[in-house]
């Protein structure tokens, strides 16, 4: 069986980072060994939420991790609650990194041209180094703009199709940084329609779909961690993102059936969806 390290925060409410990764790495076979960066009652989008910064304790995973001789067919992270835990998961990769294992850094900053409160520029500085440690970078547009100086107001104004040009040679500007970097940045409206676009120095690849309703708490986690799962399990990056999407618009769809106009922070009804990937993953589990 395949196994994981998952760095993130694990959020009460939302439906985010730890509390979707864990779920959807499980049912695709992967054990998924958590590192929490931070516990919070409430993911930060809602208007009230406490958070316990875990910045202290986190070197001790490397140091217990080591005197157990552990090691991980992937390493896959996302949110921060403070700009040393990105020198952290920096630390984590440079210990854990094999010639074999997968790493995917989930850029977690913000969204809808904001950062996300809580979040500051040194913390997006040390993000950015981040990323060039990773095989897969899995920005929103928001983030991907922060990521390699792309004005997001500029290129949110463009038509569609200039957008996604300017898209990617942002993109490509990462990938000069590093070569062998898969970029996809996720949910890039167009119209009524959401994009996923993946680049690599050789191939670029889109999924587009329909969007439904508004913007969801941790649909880009729940993204990154079905994708990191399918590229784990040896499947090829256009079947990672295809299911990805289909999952996400299931259980997007099963939000809607329940209430059309529903809270958006508390995130989608993935739980009873899980079924599909276990499908997709059958020879795994
Ligand atoms: O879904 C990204 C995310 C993860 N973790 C926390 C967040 C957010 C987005 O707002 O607040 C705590």
Redesign the pocket.
């Known amino acids: 069986m395949a196994k994981a390290a998952v760095i993130n ?1 694990l ?1 009460g409410f ?1 439906r ?2 730890l509390g979707v990764a864990v779920p959807i790495l499980s049912v695709c076979g992967i054990q998924a060994c958590a590192i929490p960066t931070a516990v ?1 009652t409430n ?3 809602f208007p009230d939420y406490a958070c316990i910064d875990l910045t202290e304790h986190l070197y001790d995973y490397i140091k217990m991790w080591n005197l157990c001789d552990a090691s991980f067919d992937g390493i896959y992270s ?2 921060i609650a403070h700009p040393e835990q990105a020198d952290f998961i920096s630390s984590f990769i440079d210990n854990f990194r094999t010639k074999k294992n997968l790493v995917l850094v989930d850029p ?1 900053m913000g969204d809808n041209g904001s950062i ?1 409160k809580g979040y500051s520029q040194s913390m997006c500085d040390k993000m950015r180094d981040l990323t060039m440690k990773a095989d897969v970078i899995t920005p929103n547009f928001t983030e991907l703009c922060l990521l390699s100086g792309g004005s997001y107001s500029e290129i949110s104004s463009l038509s569609a199709s200039k957008k996604k040009d300017e898209i990617k040679k942002l993109a490509q500007k990462l990938i000069e940084r590093k070569k062998d970097l898969t970029v996809i940045v996720t949910g890039i409206d167009d119209n009524n329609k959401i994009c996923n676009m993946a680049f690599t120095k050789d191939k670029d690849f889109f999924t587009v779909s329909d969007r439904l309703g508004k913007s969801f ?2 649909t ?2 729940i993204f990154a961690s079905v994708t990191f799962s399918m590229l784990l399990n040896g499947n090829d990056l256009e079947t990672a993102m295809n299911t990805a999407v289909t999952f996400i618009e299931r259980s997007i769809k099963d939000t809607l059936a329940i209430d059309p106009d529903p809270d958006h922070n508390y995130g989608v009804e993935f739980e009873k969806n899980l079924g599909f990937l276990i499908d997709k993953n059958r020879t795994k589990i």
Request: with cysteine.
């Open positions: 925060d959020s939302g985010c980072s919070l993911q930060t989008g996302g949110y977690v996300y708490s941790g880009g986690d």
